[in-house]
Nanobody, 115 residues
Framework: QVQFVESGGGLVQPGGSLRLSCTASGTILSIYTMAWYRQAPGKQRELVAGIIRDGNTNYADSVKDRFTISRDNAKNTMYLQMNSLKPEDTAVYYC?????????WGQGTQVTVSS
């Protein structure tokens, strides 16, 4: 069974950092285009950052220079390093894995930025 499981969320103060992980099981992460999405209460799910198989990345303007997406294919895991967190970053964060004919989502991990 193919699964992608997020971890690393939690409560952090403004200006703090968190690192999210998305680990694949039942498949090999390296064959997918990977991405992080987030959904805040009452808002649509939005793309945060993406990373393709060759390592090229893209970011939403709202997180550029604060967030870094990466992948460790040897560990079958994708990461999102989040620095300088703001209250508006509060959301459920989801990982997504896509390749031709396949589209997988994780169950999400809550990130709350509050003092």
């Amino acid at each position: 069974q193919v699964q992608f499981v997020e971890s690393g969320g939690g409560l952090v103060q403004p200006g703090g950092s968190l690192r999210l992980s998305c680990t694949a099981s039942g498949t090999i992460l390296s064959i997918y285009t990977m991405a992080w999405y987030r959904q805040a209460p009452g808002k649509q799910r939005e793309l945060v950052a993406g990373i393709i198989r060759d390592g090229n990345t893209n970011y939403a303007d709202s997180v550029k220079d604060r967030f870094t997406i990466s992948r460790d294919n040897a560990k079958n895991t994708m990461y999102l390093q989040m620095n300088s967190l703001k209250p508006e970053d509060t959301a459920v964060y989801y990982c997504r894995a896509t390749r031709s004919g396949y589209d997988y989502w994780g169950q999400g991990t809550q990130v709350t930025v509050s003092s």
